[in-house]
Every structure is written in C-alpha cells, then in structure tokens.
C-alpha cells in the first residue's frame, strides 16, 4: 500500500492507529492515552466555541462531549482531504448523538468564515464568548498553520461581534436617530460616482505625522485630489492647503470642533449618512452621502432601497479607513495611485494629533501654570502600550488605535498602487514611497479637476425618500397603537422585527424580539423618540 496517497489503519495496543504519509498519528502502544490527557486538560467556560483539529479516530470524544456545557458548541474541521472519509465514519455517532456540533471540510479558510454569516450561516457570533481548540491527535500537524489562521479568525470574528455590541449599545440608538434624519437630505446631495476621478488622490489623517508632510502637500496639491478626514480639516488650511473635501463619520457632538476655522469654506462634505446632522452644513460646500453597514438589518436594506445613489461600504470604524475607501470607490482604475499620510494609529509622548488639530488647539487653550503644553494625561493612560512601528521606531498606542491599524492592514496591505507617505507609525502593510519617489510617480500626471465634487449629478430622487419615511411611519405608528391598546402579538413582532433601530442599542439587543413585557414596553418608548426623527426628516425632504 502507498501510504502516501491513502491513510490507513494500523493495530497499536489495545485500539488502532492511523498511518499516512509514512507518519503515526497515534501512540502505537496506547493511542486514547493522549487524547484523554487533552481532553482532561481542557477548562471549557459557558458559551465556548470547542475546535477540534483533526478527530480522526475520535478518542477522547465522548470525555469531551461529557465536560462541554450546554450552550457551547463544538466545530470539527479536518483540512486533509485524504482523511475526510476515515474521520467522517468514526465521527458520524457523535454528530448524530449531539446537536451542538458540526462538521467541516474546509479548501479554504473562507470556508470556515461562511459559518458565521449572519443570514446563511451555522454558528452564531451571539451565542460565542470565546474559543477552545484542542488536538486529539497528530493529524493537525499536516495543517498546523492553516488551523492556527482558522483560530484566530474565529477569535478575531468573536472579540469583534462584542466590540460592536459595545459601540451599538453606546452610539446604536445615535445611529439611527441621525440617519433618520439625513434621509431628508439625500435628494439634494451629490451622487458620488464610482471609478470618475483620473487624479491621484492623497488621504490625510490627523495623526502626527502630518507634520513632516505639510510641505510636500503644498507643492503637489495641484496634482492631488485630496481628502482630508475631518480632524485634519482645519491643519490643512491653516497651512494654506485646500482640501477638495473632507470625510466625516462621527456621530457625536465633539465632531463639530474640528470644523472650527473651516466654516463657510465652501469645501465639499463626503458624510456617513449616520453622521452629526449638524455639520452637512458647516463648510457650505457640496455634500455626498454614503452609509456604513454598521448591522446587517431589514432596515438598513430599506434605507438602501430608498437612497439608491448612495454606495453602501462595510463599516470601517476608523474615519481614516472610511476616507481611503472613499478614493477607492472614486479612483478611475488601479491604475490611478492613492496615497495617504497621517493615519498612523499611535501618538508620542504628550502629542497625540498633528499640530491644529481640535486635540492640539484644545491643550493650547487651557493652558495654564498648572496645566503644562506638555500634558502627558491623554498620552499616559492605563491602557497605553509601546509598539514598534514603521522603521523600527517605538509608537504608542491604545488598544481602539491599534485595532484600526490591524483592520487598515487586513483591508489594504498590498492593495495596488495605495501608497503610505509617513515613516511614523503602526506599519500598515501598504507599499513605503518617499517624497522624492512619490513625486516622480506624480510627474506623469496633469493638474486635477478642481472642481470635481460640485460637477457630480445632483440626486433629485425625492419620491423614494418620500415613501421610505411614510413607510416608517406608518409602521411606527401602528405598532404604538397596538403596544397602547394592545394588539396581535404575531403582528407586534413582525413590525418590531422590521425596526431593528428599536432596540438594536439595546443590551440583549442582538436577540430576535420577544413578547416579554419588559422588551414591550421599552420599544414602545422607542417609538415616540424616533417618530420625532422620521417627522424631522420628512419635513426636510418636502421642503426639497
């Protein structure tokens, strides 16, 4: 027998072994033995996510159904396609006997990602706090590296869904309440148009490193189309460089302090349509909308039905990355180069933003004699670490920032022709080009468009905004009706499940809507607030 094409099964001991591509898997003198110490070992938590690598022969499995919780699951994955067929024979009791587990031969590890989709998926994120992967025997060793990436993939995937609990718990309600309101606005804004602009593009974060670059903006800036992401607005301009528009995603009220010293600028607004209201007219230029998928909900697919102009992107978290998706999203072809300075995700000691910056304005305002320029409070808090960044200089860092510069490089390292300016900072994976190399790339390009945002069309869609406000509405307003009155339960529950934004920000919000009494009455609250946001909204829009 060719034991490197086929496994094959081996007496050992008091049990069998597996012998393939001239390797044991098993001890041949006690092969459960290693399998039950693994298993022995584990401390398996409530809401685990148990990975098994490569059952094979299943020893050791019935322990571990025996010390698996009942709302944990268990995922078995075997990457080599040769011992599928082995495991699954030896596998299939288990699966039939627990309904908490699952099988998977993955090609890729995109495979595994699958599971978790929120609509067609097998595993749920909501019902996971952690992983535990285990290995019952050496068959693992033929994938090793493809099992850790599955690992931390589903880790990454896990920590994720809780961070963005988080935040939809915070900022969730704020959400909803802002784009409510910016619907009214969209039949009045510009149409950004994908693959329309032939210029370079140069994005310009707040972060330090702006500073050693301000001087080669000023002599390129003809040929750069730039995008400057809000708190870098005002740096710019006090530099004497006109940003061809800034990008602005928050949703909160300290957004508006980095738009001091920029009113009445006329510079066009690219805006998250979840952002602060109040700010699509501060500059008095042009504003185009894009909306981030911060949930995938029924409403948000309605939101993109009615604003059918406005490109949807994955949420990004970081205004910076939003801005480089936006120049993505415009930029001609690949061709077209995009670079970008000042996202650096980390700060020096007592200097977290560029010089003019909203932080830096801030510190030179309040200071006084007991209060030094070089306050160390916002740079020496508890949870900031020391990192080697770009050039192996050391940065720091937070735990927020550094999880934006992961999520920058995950998206963009080795994107074609993205270019990264700075030589400070979380490296982001993205080709390094010096000012002298970058210079030479633009040589080859004319002067930009200058006036490239305000040509776009102007969105003139009125009736679809129109019916999607009478469409919230009118759901709204039945649904408190029979809340009030009292009503179809089935009804109740349909309608609540189609306003996600109810109670999305809610703590058990990621759960599906029940008829508990507590849950009812605190969605019928909801809809007297966000009625005044759909009212708010429609009034704009007529006035169109």
């Not at 994005?203 to 040929?223: E, H, R, T, V, Y």
């Not at 309605?302 to 978290?317: D, H, I, M, Q, T």
């Not at 700075?422 to 040589?443: N, V």
Request: aromatic share 10%; hydrophobic share 40%.
């Amino acid at each position: 027998m060719d034991t490197d094409e086929k496994p094959c099964l081996v007496p050992a001991g008091q049990g069998f072994s597996v012998l393939y591509k001239n390797r044991y898997f098993y001890s041949r003198y006690s092969p459960e033995s290693a399998s039950e110490r693994a298993v022995e070992a584990l401390a398996i938590r409530p809401q685990s996510l148990v990975l098994v690598f490569s059952p094979l022969l299943c020893y050791g499995l019935e322990s571990l159904f025996k010390k698996v919780p009942g709302d944990s699951f268990v995922l078995f994955i075997e990457k080599e396609a040769a011992l599928k067929e082995m495991t699954l024979e030896h596998l299939k009791p288990f699966l039939d006997a627990h309904t908490n587990s699952h099988f998977i031969a993955p090609e890729t590890v995109q495979d595994v990602a699958a599971l978790f989709d929120e609509e067609n998926g097998t595993l749920d994120l909501a019902l996971l706090r952690r992983t535990v992967a285990v290995e019952l025997s050496q068959a693992c060793r033929l994938n090793e590296d493809f099992y850790g990436r599955i690992t931390k993939i589903i880790d990454t995937g896990i920590n994720q869904f809780w961070r963005n609990r988080i935040t939809l718990i915070k900022l969730g309600r704020l959400y909803a309440k802002n784009l409510l309101r910016n619907m009214g606005q969209i039949p009045s804004s510009h149409i950004l148009v994908p693959n329309s602009q032939e210029s370079p593009f140069l994005i310009c974060g707040a972060g330090p490193s702006l500073d050693s670059q301000i001087q080669f903006i000023k002599q390129m800036q003809k040929k750069l189309f730039i995008i400057a992401v809000d708190s870098a607005l005002v740096p710019l301009i006090k530099n004497g460089i006109r940003p061809d528009a800034v990008l602005a995603v928050e949703c909160q009220l300290a957004n508006e302090k980095a738009f001091i010293g920029a009113v009445k600028s006329g510079i066009p607004l690219i805006a998250d349509l979840t952002s602060r209201p109040q700010i699509l007219k501060l500059t008095d230029g042009p504003v185009c909308f894009f909306v981030s998928e911060y949930q995938k909900t029924v409403f948000l697919k309605r939101v993109y039905s009615a604003a059918k102009n406005v490109p949807v992107f994955e949420p990004l978290g970081s205004v910076g990355l939003s801005a480089l998706e936006a120049a993505l999203f415009l930029r001609k072809t690949e061709d077209t180069p995009v670079l970008f300075c000042g996202l650096d995700f980390s700060f020096v000691p007592c200097k977290t933003h560029c010089r003019e910056s909203p932080s830096h304005a801030q510190i030179l305002a309040s200071h006084n004699r007991l209060k030094p320029l070089l306050n160390p409070n916002s740079s020496f808090r508890a949870d900031t670490v020391s990192v080697i960044g770009k050039n192996d200089t050391v940065c720091l860092t937070q735990p927020s920032l550094l999880g934006y510069g992961k999520n920058f490089q995950a998206h963009y390292a080795g994107k074609k022709n993205v270019f990264d300016l700075s030589a400070f900072g979380i490296d982001t994976g993205c080709r390094k080009l010096s000012q002298t190399d970058a210079e030479l790339l633009l040589s080859a390009f004319g002067d930009k468009n200058e006036s490239f945002l305000q040509q776009l069309p102007v969105n003139t869609d009125t009736q679809a905004v129109a019916e999607f406000y009478k469409t919230e509405k009118h759901m709204l307003l039945q649904l408190r009706t029979m809340l009030i009155n009292g009503g179809d339960e089935k009804q109740i529950l349909e309608i609540a499940a189609k306003c996600e934004y109810l109670y999305l920000h809610f703590p058990d919000g990621y759960k599906k809507p029940t008829t508990d009494l507590s849950f009812l009455k605190r969605i019928r609250s909801e809809t007297d607030f966000f009625l005044k946001d759909i009212e708010y909204g429609e009034k704009i829009c007529k006035n169109r």
